[in-house]
């Protein structure tokens, strides 16, 4: 009889046993379809799709920290780009300067109008001056924040008569504020300088 008693004690704890391993393995499979769950929808929420031409085309989001040096250094391009290309027409020069100032802190504007009391402006104008810029690489420093940057670019003002190469370089930092229309990229460049602007070469341009 205590035999059997004893047999009795033995299942139930074996019965006991088996139901707590059968609860901590549904509560780990639970636990894995939540996972799961939450990391599929994540995956899906990075996918999206463009509609092109009655076509669903799928693009990847990403981390807008994946793409930080790409964007910035488009940012600082465009910005330069807006400042230096210049045409001798004053609605053209306005238009661009105000595209670059909306990209830049006052820094930007304050050598605007510096080089706009000494006439360097008017005499694009009166000499049909064409300015360009080609930005030829741009060097960042993502360890710090504002993100520190040195840009080298090479500057070329066009006459009738020649062509005159400058080598361009600035410098400043630039941190993040809100994207819109007239700053896509949602950088500011701060304390901007060119430290330095020399002309490199004259052509005379043959007639």
């Known amino acids: 009889m205590f035999q059997h008693f004893k047999n009795i004690d033995t299942a139930f704890k074996h019965i006991k046993l088996f139901s707590y391993l059968l609860i901590a393995a549904c509560v780990g499979i639970s636990c ?45 391009k ?18 661009t300067i105000t595209k670059a100032l909306y ?25 049909n001056i064409s300015q360009q810029v080609m930005v030829d690489s741009i060097r960042l420093d993502m360890n710090s924040y504002p ?25 400043g930092f630039a941190r993040n504020v809100s994207r819109s229309d007239n700053n896509p990229h949602g950088f500011l460049i701060e304390h901007w300088e060119t430290i330095r602007n020399q002309d490199e070469q004259v052509k005379t341009n043959q007639p």
């Open 32 to 76: 894995f379809a939540v996972y799961q769950s939450f990391r599929y929808s994540a995956d899906f929420r990075n996918h999206i799709y463009v509609l092109a031409n009655g076509k669903a085309l799928e693009a990847i989001a990403q981390d807008r920290r994946d793409n930080i040096p790409v964007e910035l250094r488009d940012h600082i």
């Open 78 to 95: 465009v910005f330069h780009e807006a400042f230096f290309d210049l045409e001798p027409d004053d609605k053209q020069i306005q238009a």
């Open 103 to 127: 990209l830049a802190d006052g820094n930007a504007k304050t050598a605007y109008d510096n080089l706009k009391e000494a006439g360097y402006y008017n005499n694009l104008i009166s000499g």
């Open 147 to 171: 993100y520190g940057f040195t840009c080298f670019a090479t500057e070329k003002l066009v006459r009738s008569t020649s062509t005159t190469t400058r080598s361009l370089v600035t410098q």
